[in-house]
């Protein structure tokens, strides 16, 4: 049984670059979240989705930030015209619809973002 | 609002010490508490959690936490320290009755020397 499945698991961009990350969830998992982990520092919430909704957007920045879940496919964290202090890690989690009130998540292994 | 603090941000142990690390937590409402840990360059892993049954649980690898309403503490322990214990330590929170969303602590760099 897979796990949470991201690639890439490096990403080099210079600035003004778009950066896009992929997660693919558990197997069974409806719920994805996206957090941020800046170094030295803990992880930060950015958003919460499931297919096709976005449920809780208030971890993520204004502006050039963004993330989707279609119905098919991977979910997308989209990152345009970026900038060095985007440069962190970022982790895709997932859960099942039916777990969704113990909060327990299933992290992927993140996407390391490296803005030049 | 739920917030978690984490005490030491470093900890350094000896192989078979010990291992004490600090996590107390804010709720408004009973919480779920969890323990994460993070080897280099990977992702999250439970250790335990906390969803409101027994206050003394138990996790993988040798590691229980026991929940303290009065003291709003998590405290994470292990009996004897090993040296493959070496990691990052996250406690996290999330309030119950809503939708999944951790909110973690700065995290414990935990350091086992020989």
């Known amino acids: 049984n897979a796990g949470v499945m991201q690639n890439p698991r490096h990403l080099v961009r210079r600035r003004g670059q778009e950066a896009r990350l992929r997660c693919s969830p558990m197997?069974?998992?409806?719920?994805v979240y996206w957090y941020r982990q800046l170094p030295e520092e803990g992880l930060k919430f950015m958003v919460y989705l499931q297919k096709e909704n976005i449920i809780d957007e208030s971890g993520m920045p204004k502006e050039r930030f963004s993330a989707e879940f279609p119905k098919e496919g991977p979910s997308i964290l989209r990152i345009q015209q970026v900038v060095r202090g985007d440069s962190a890690a970022y982790f895709c989690a997932s859960s099942p619809a039916w777990d969704r009130d113990t909060g327990e998540l299933f992290f992927g292994e993140g996407s390391r973002l490296t803005v030049l | 609002a739920q917030s978690v603090t984490q005490l030491g941000s470093h900890v350094s142990v000896s192989e078979g010490a010990l291992v004490l690390l600090r996590c107390n937590y804010s709720s408004s409402v009973p919480p779920y508490l969890f323990w994460y840990v993070q080897y280099p360059n990977q992702g999250l892993q439970l250790l335990l959690k906390y969803t409101s049954a027994a206050t003394l649980v138990k996790g993988i690898n040798g590691f229980e936490a026991e929940f303290k309403k009065s003291e709003t503490s998590f405290h994470l322990t292990k009996p004897s320290a090993h040296m493959s214990d070496a990691a990052e330590y996250f406690c996290?929170?999330?309030?119950?009755?809503?939708?999944?969303?951790?909110?973690f602590g700065t995290g414990t760099r935990l350091q086992v020397t020989l």
């Open positions: 996290a929170v999330s309030e119950t009755g809503t939708a999944s969303k951790l909110t």
């Open positions: 197997k069974g998992h409806s719920h």
